[in-house]
């Protein structure tokens, strides 16, 4: 009786689709923007999406919703160059800005219109928001903060993997008898694709047949965040991070040090978070950022699942751990089996001579 | 006003090992908790019922070992609680759970008109945030999720006013009652249990809903076999061909141990070079 897959995997599955869901065809990418921005999640999405519709040879569509205007045509635009064959604009003065009883309203109208077998979603406050709402207003399956998206080859299903609770373990969810299935993906899971400006595509309109009067929730206002502390932290190309090894608050210093010299971002486990060393917003892993750096530093840090999903991408993890059977050594790529509190003073120092940089006394 | 606040029990991740061979979870001896996000959700519950007066009634879909859970809430400050408990409902995943939800509050609000549902804005355990959605569309409520703060409850005029995280910002959402309201951690500072309201919750009968009391309608949408997914294949992390390059560490000479390891990245990885490269103080 939980949400929580059980800890056995299941029998092969039998797909058995209902005679009107034959019918959806084609991979989906709802491209989030307010005030003019997109969120990038969504093109990484697109990077995705282009893979899994190439395997299961079919379009892929990306969903632009919003006012009416230039900046709504741009938007499409900018799909077809990362990616889209097919652009479904869906254009309303309600869809302005998001709220989700419209949102929600339009993107279900255009799936039953439209009819796609996958529907990606970035999982950010808008999209898990927009995502829950979809999935329960069509019955369908919804598979959030996935890791890895791919395609079974023999029934076409869409393989939507995550980290399982507390255990180092991923487990597949597959949605069965229900179409479209839904993904959410955190931002800077999937690599970013490269633009490519001579791509054209084909724009559909689709009118969501929405009315302003209709609408309950009104938007008052919109208070910007004065100062996000970490916006730099999932584009980093150098992160430090500590976990409870480092074995009290006093001993950040020692990362915080390092990442100076490095001119790198800090990162932290929900661990060392929890025990109030360092801000909530520097947590890297599932429940935190997501990192691409060229160079990852991990400092007692045990390698849990949840974490190593949110950085195991980096191009060169060094891991620092005083336990020689640490998880984190199964994927880092160099390892130093010792206690990071003698270690990080002497990579600072080390580096900072390197890079020609004044070595401050540190420990 | 009467406000539902749904709860989940989760086991304290804080407690949880892994078996360092089958990779699994070791559930013996783990304590079970409150879903630490609920907490704020009954927080905001309470808070609203010191301001306006009013009735709030905890819920929870789960086995009848959940039921601590309901009475810890009781102790905080909740009238009444609900355990809505079924072996139909076992192995449901997020829609077959909102459906359970969402007809057990209606039923509810049969004796008792429904204006306020919350919910913490994710479980620790599932962590999907989708319950809470769910629950929304199906009862037809406004949903806002993410709140950080309730900013005006006015049960004349049938409206809430809230601030919700967004991308970027804050959003200032003005909407109707009845609504469901999905709570932001840190958005409040969760009280501690009062002694009478203590001994109260050690009295206090615990309803026990099965799905005819929870007025389930179509026992084809609950448990395993209303669940759209399903987990076909669980499994550890690949390993990495090798393991990490060991750079051995001598205690009383770590220098060396860093020098060694930059010489290889120096050597070995031209990207890590490339970015210590550009970070060179011109000298
Ligand atoms: C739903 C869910 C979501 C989660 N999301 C995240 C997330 O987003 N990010 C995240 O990080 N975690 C997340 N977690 C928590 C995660 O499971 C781990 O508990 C956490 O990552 C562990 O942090 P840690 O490595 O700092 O601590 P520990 O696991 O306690 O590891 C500490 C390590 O330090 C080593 N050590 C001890 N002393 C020293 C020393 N002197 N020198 C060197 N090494 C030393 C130990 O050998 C150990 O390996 C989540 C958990 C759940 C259930």
């Known amino acids: 009786m939980t949400a929580t897959p059980p800890a056995k995997p299941i029998k092969k599955r039998k797909i058995k689709l209902d005679e009107h869901l034959l019918a959806y065809r084609g991979v989906w990418v709802f491209i989030e923007n307010e005030r003019g921005h997109v969120h990038p999640v969504s093109w990484e999405l697109m990077g995705q999406g282009r893979q899994l519709a190439e395997q299961l040879q079919v379009e892929l569509c990306a969903v632009v919703m919003g006012a009416p205007g230039a900046e709504l045509d741009a938007l499409c635009e900018s799909a077809f160059h990362y990616g889209a064959d097919r652009c479904y ?7 302005r800005l998001y709220r989700n009883e419209p949102f929600t309203q339009a993107l279900t109208g255009l799936v039953n219109a439209h009819k796609p077998e996958i529907l990606l979603l970035g999982a950010t406050a808008l999209g898990r928001d927009l995502a829950g709402s979809v999935a329960t207003t069509l019955k369908t ?51 970013m694709p490269e633009p490519q400006p001579e791509r054209r595509g084909l724009i559909v309109d689709f009118d969501p047949g929405l009315v302003e009067d209709n609408v309950v929730t009104r938007l008052l206002e919109f208070l910007p965040d004065s100062q996000d502390n970490t916006p730099h932290l999932p584009y980093a190309e150098i ?14 210093r020692l990362v915080w040090a390092l990442a100076d010299v490095l001119g790198a971002e800090v990162g932290a486990t929900r661990a060392a978070i929890h025990a109030g060393w360092i801000s909530a917003d520097r947590q890297v892993g599932q429940t935190g950022k997501t990192v691409r750096p060229a160079l990852y530093i991990a400092a007692g840090i045990s390698g849990a699942i949840q974490h190593r999903v949110g950085m195991e991408a980096s191009d060169c993890i060094i891991a620092i751990n005083s336990d020689p059977n640490a998880p984190i050594f199964d994927f880092a790529h160099y390892g130093i089996v010792g206690d990071c509190v003698q270690v990080l003073p002497a990579l600072t120092r080390a580096f900072a001579r390197h890079l020609g940089k004044p070595v401050k006394e540190i420990a | 006003m009467h406000i539902v606040v749904c709860i989940k029990q989760v086991p304290d991740s804080a ?104 919910t913490g804005k994710q479980t620790i355990d599932g962590d999907t945030a989708q319950v809470g959605p769910g629950i929304a ?7 806002l999720t993410y709140v950080s703060r309730i900013v005006e409850v006015d049960p004349a005029k049938r409206s809430i006013v809230v601030e919700r995280r967004a991308e970027g910002g804050v959003q200032v959402l003005q909407t109707a009652l009845p609504a469901l309201v999905t709570m932001l951690e840190g958005s409040n500072e969760v009280r501690f249990a009062s002694t009478p309201d203590m001994f109260r919750a050690v009295r ?11 007025g389930i309608e179509d026992i084809k949408q609950v448990g395993l076999k209303g669940s759209p997914t399903i987990v076909s294949r669980v499994f550890g992390p690949t390993p990495r061909a090798e393991k990490a390059r060991q750079v051995p560490f001598d205690p009383a000479d770590p220098d060396s141990t860093a020098a060694s390891l930059l010489e290889q990245l120096l050597a070995d990885v031209p990207k890590v070079r490339k970015e210590l490269e550009q970070r060179r103080s011109p000298s």
Request: hydrophobic share 40%; with cysteine; glycine share 8%.
């Open chain 1, 89 to 95: 604009r869906v254009a309303s003065p309600v869809l």
């Open chain 2, 15 to 118: 407690h949880i090992r892994v078996h360092p061979v089958t990779n699994t979870i070791m559930r013996q001896g783990v304590p079970a908790i409150i879903n630490p996000y609920d907490l704020f959700a009954i927080e905001a519950a309470l808070r609203l019922k010191d301001r306006l007066g009013g009735h709030v009634t905890v819920m929870s879909m789960g086995p009848t070992q959940a039921e601590p859970a309901l009475r810890k809430a009781i102790s905080l400050g909740c009238d009444d609680a609900i355990l809505v408990t079924d072996r139909v409902f076992a192995g449901a995943d997020t829609l077959a759970t909102s459906y359970v939800l969402a007809s057990a509050i209606r039923t509810l609000g049969q004796e008792r008109p429904v204006d306020l549902v919350f």
């Open chain 1, 141 to 191: 399956g919804l598979t959030a903060d996935c890791t890895e998206l791919a395609i079974d080859p023999e029934d076409r299903c869409l393989l939507s993997t995550r980290p399982t609770f507390g255990g180092s373990l991923l487990c597949t969810i597959v949605t069965l008898n229900y179409r479209p299935q839904m993904a959410t993906v955190r931002h800077r899971v999937m690599p």
């Open chain 1, 239 to 252: 992160v430090v991070s500590g976990g409870k090894g480092l074995g009290k608050a006093e001993n950040f």
């Open chain 2, 204 to 214: 206090a009968t615990v309803r026990h809903w099965d799905r005819n009391d929870a």
């Open chain 2, 137 to 143: 569309r199906r009862l037809d409520m406004q949903l």
